[in-house]
């Protein structure tokens, strides 16, 4: 079975870096994953926003790798937020209550607003 | 002129090979045998003070004072004397025998030998001062050297590790201030299966404490194997110990014997902290009366009883953390650690939690001032337990066979290598096969999700990778059930007992991000059934059709 690798693409903002998933995460994913966060980190933005608008499937390898960007963020003190996540995985990001750590938005926009508020 | 003083140099600063004897070393000379005389002069007799104001070289006959020195020095056969005076302060004796000609010593020779001792008193006074110091630091580095092995011989006397109890989770963490201290905390196997917890604090710190700490542990120890009840543990225990312990000091013990199979607390107090328990019914502290040891004989010991529920944690601690101080010079306090529990949720992080908040509150140029020791034992949530195998086998609420699957109709039966990434043809197959099924959107995915994380699960820890061995997977549906099995070769196979996954826990590193596997399957399904027989390992997910946990 042919293995879709999952493709991460960074787009830097004002204080914000976005990172568009597109694919799967599970164990094949931490490459791709982690070398975008570190890219990502490079430029010291106040938040760190994963976009899943183009994720179909994240598994509990996958759930294990976003518990440890989270730490990793949360140790420099760096906001993690998540947009576009279907409505599936919202409820087991509410079940593993990586909900509570990380701030769901539906979408980008939407996250750009609220997070410009906050800071 | 005098005969060359023998030893001289060796008897006024001394040498590595002899301990220092005299803060006012005395060289002598004898007329034929060269005698050497080297005794400290007691700082009270006259003669010191003689001495020391002396103007230059003395003639012993001459000096009229009752003086238990002077007749040692007269006995001696000193003739002449020669105060050795630096910074004002006397350092030593030049003492002069007989003159080799019988003659007594001249106003020259006097003189000679005061310009010889004004010399040679600040060069006598530099080496007595380096010799002094490398005595010290040799010293310091002795009681450095010694004080490291106390420090590991100390920590052979801590558990190795905490017990491993299925349902219990225990954790400890012991930092005495200096190298060593008097703190300590055992877990002691009982011989009638219960579990022994103590946790102890001597007065005083350091080296004194660390041994009486020693000595208490071996006789609590030896005194368990003989007595279980707690309250008649310490009364004994203090009875050896008053025998034993300096004046002065004394011990504070608790000692909480636990039956794990139910949770049921025996604990006696010898004036240690109380501790507390947390759980769902809030926090609240155990309290027993009774003396420290060592202070009084024949001492009693209140004993009670109390039980951990399901969630509970109990902690027990010593003075270190709720007596430390901030720069503020305010107490970390009883109540402030009341507070942690009350918003901690207990369990495996708490050690951690209040390590941290111990270091908020002190901040970084913390000294720490007394040893900090924590014992923490949480019994977990039933619900959080996976299944041992012999309770799975004793109890198969499915049966594998055609019997049993008669009212069941097999919607799909296929079969995948193991290999990594073929959960997601599972659940494509799996997914064709209920989309006939009046299933909603939500029960669709989740139903996915458990199949993929099963079958992964099956595919790592049931047939360990190997793509020559297949996980079986069935499909099945009834009027108002749907089930899917997953089964692997893992059969026989012990099933480790799995941590239930804590989000805060994996975030602060004290679990690994890793193990949300199971948890997902179990909050995906209406229902998760495991049979597990010699060859096979079988994993049963079940969704309500009608009225299940989510309609929407």
């Known amino acids: 079975m042919p293995v879709k690798q999952l493709e991460a693409n960074l787009r830097h903002e004002p204080d914000l ?57 949360r140790k420099e003190h760096r906001r993690l937020a998540i947009s576009n996540l279907s409505d599936h995985y919202k409820e087991i990001f509410q079940i593993t209550r990586l909900a509570d750590f990380m701030t769901i938005f539906p979408d980008e926009p939407t996250a750009r607003e609220a997070l410009m508020n906050l800071d | 002129m005098a005969y060359p003083i023998k030893n001289f140099w060796r008897i006024l600063v001394g040498d590595s090979s002899r301990e220092e004897k005299a803060s006012v070393p005395v060289v002598g000379e004898g007329q034929s045998r060269g005698i050497e005389i080297g005794f400290e002069f007691p700082v009270e007799d006259p003669i010191v003070a003689y001495f020391q104001s002396a103007p230059g070289a003395v003639e012993v006959d001459k000096i009229n004072l009752d003086s238990p020195a002077l007749l040692t020095l007269k006995q001696a056969g000193v003739k002449l004397v020669v105060p050795l005076i630096s910074q004002g302060e006397l350092i030593g004796l030049l003492n002069l025998g007989d003159r080799l000609s019988e003659q007594d010593y001249s106003v020259d020779d006097q003189r000679l030998l005061n310009n010889l001792a004004s010399q040679a008193a600040p060069a006598v006074r ?15 580095e ?57 946790i102890g604090d001597v007065t005083d710190k350091g080296v004194p404490a660390a041994l009486v700490m020693a000595t208490t542990r071996s006789i609590l120890r030896s005194t368990t194997e003989r007595v279980s009840a707690p309250g008649k543990v310490l009364e004994r225990l203090n009875n050896l110990l008053v025998a034993d312990i300096p004046r002065n000091m004394f011990v504070t013990c608790l000692y909480v014997v636990l039956d794990t199979s139910n949770g049921r607390l025996h604990y006696a107090n010898a004036g240690h902290n109380l501790p507390f328990r947390s759980g769902d019914g809030g926090v609240d502290e155990l309290r027993a009366t ?12 209140e004993e009670c009883e109390a039980q951990l529920a399901e969630g509970d944690t109990l902690l027990l601690y010593s003075d270190g953390i709720v007596e430390a101080h901030n720069p503020q010079r305010q107490m970390f306090s009883f109540d402030r650690l009341r507070s942690i529990l009350q918003v901690h949720p207990g369990g495996a992080t708490l050690v951690e939690f209040l390590l941290a908040e111990l270091a908020d509150f002190t901040g970084d140029d913390w000294e720490q001032e007394d040893d900090v020791t924590f014992v923490t034992l949480e019994r977990d949530r039933q619900d959080n337990r996976s299944i041992p195998v012999s ?42 096969a ?44 009834k009027e108002d059930s749907l ?67 989510d309609a929407s």
């Open chain 1, 17 to 73: 870096a976005i990172i568009e998933l597109h694919g799967e995460i599970d164990g094949f994913a931490e490459e791709a994953l982690d070398k975008a966060y570190l890219e990502a980190e490079s430029k010291q933005p106040k938040t760190i926003l994963l976009n899943f608008t183009d994720v179909n499937y994240i598994n509990s390898t996958g759930i294990a790798l976003i518990v440890s960007l989270l730490a990793k963020a």
């Open chain 2, 434 to 477: 209920i989309s006939g099924l009046n299933l909603s959107v939500d029960q669709f995915n989740r139903m996915l999700t458990a199949v993929a994380e099963a079958t992964m699960n099956a595919i790592e820890h049931g047939n360990h990778f190997d793509s020559e061995i297949p996980v079986q997977i069935r499909v099945l549906v």
């Open chain 2, 290 to 301: 009774g003396m420290p040891l060592g202070l009084m004989p024949d001492m009693d010991y």
């Open chain 2, 142 to 198: 002795r009681l450095e050297q010694e004080l490291r092995v106390a420090r590991i011989i100390q920590e052979t006397l801590l558990p190795k590790s905490v017990p491993e109890v299925q349902g219990w989770r225990a954790d400890a963490y012991w930092q005495p201030a200096r190298a060593v201290g008097g703190d300590f905390y055992d877990f002691i196997y009982l011989p009638d299966g219960r579990l022994g917890i103590v």
């Open chain 2, 391 to 432: 309770k799975i086998a004793k109890e198969p609420e499915i049966k594998e066979g055609q019997e049993e699957e008669q009212e069941w109709k097999v919607l799909k039966e296929f079969q995948l290598p193991s290999q990594v990434g073929m959960e997601r043809e599972a659940m494509d197959l799996v997914a064709e």
């Open chain 2, 126 to 140: 530099v080496a007595q001062l380096v010799r002094q110091q490398q005595i010290e630091v040799r010293e310091r």
């Open chain 2, 483 to 549: 089930c899917v099995k997953i089964r692997d070769q893992g059969g026989g196979q012990i099933v480790p007992e799995k941590e239930a996954p804590d989000i805060e826990a994996k975030l602060t590193g004290a679990q690994s991000p890793r193990g949300w596997g199971l948890f997902l399957i179990k909050n995906m399904v209406d229902q998760m059934e495991i049979i597990s027989d010699e060859t096979h390992h079988t994993v049963a997910l079940f969704l309500n059709l009608r009225g299940g946990q």
